[in-house]
């Protein structure tokens, strides 16, 4: 099992920013991919960004160019920065892992409002 530790979320004005930090831990041998997803209220879960072991990413359209993907290999951490936040990123994120190309975990959320 792989256990998420999530933190950095909370309420920011519309063009603030906002770092968030998940914390791999457990049996962190073999993550391939971590990442993050958000979801809004009444909205399916959807894609932010992804980064690989080697350091491949992938963001989603709405957030390329404001969202950042970072990863510590050696701390079992990824960050996300976000800058230039809008009231439409408002949601929950959550931290996501891939291990061994077969086991997806999940962290709890955490909650980020765009708000004036």
């Known amino acids: 099992q792989v256990q998420l530790e999530e933190s950095g979320g909370g309420l920011v004005q519309p063009g603030g920013s906002l770092r968030l930090s998940c914390v791999a831990s457990?049996?962190?041998?073999?993550?391939?991919?971590m990442g993050w997803y958000r979801q809004a209220p009444g909205k399916e879960r959807e894609l932010v960004a992804l980064?690989?072991?080697?350091?491949?990413?992938n963001y989603a359209a709405s957030v390329k160019g404001r969202f950042t993907i970072s990863r510590d290999n050696i701390e079992n951490t990824v960050y996300l920065q976000m800058n230039s936040l809008k009231p439409e990123d408002t949601a929950v994120y959550y931290c996501?892992?891939?291990?061994?190309?077969?086991?997806?975990?999940w962290g709890q959320g955490t909650q980020v409002t765009v708000s004036s």
């Open positions: 457990g049996s962190i041998f073999g993550i391939n991919v």
């Open positions: 996501y892992v891939l291990r061994l190309s077969r086991y997806d975990y």
């Open positions: 980064i690989s072991s080697g350091g491949s990413t």
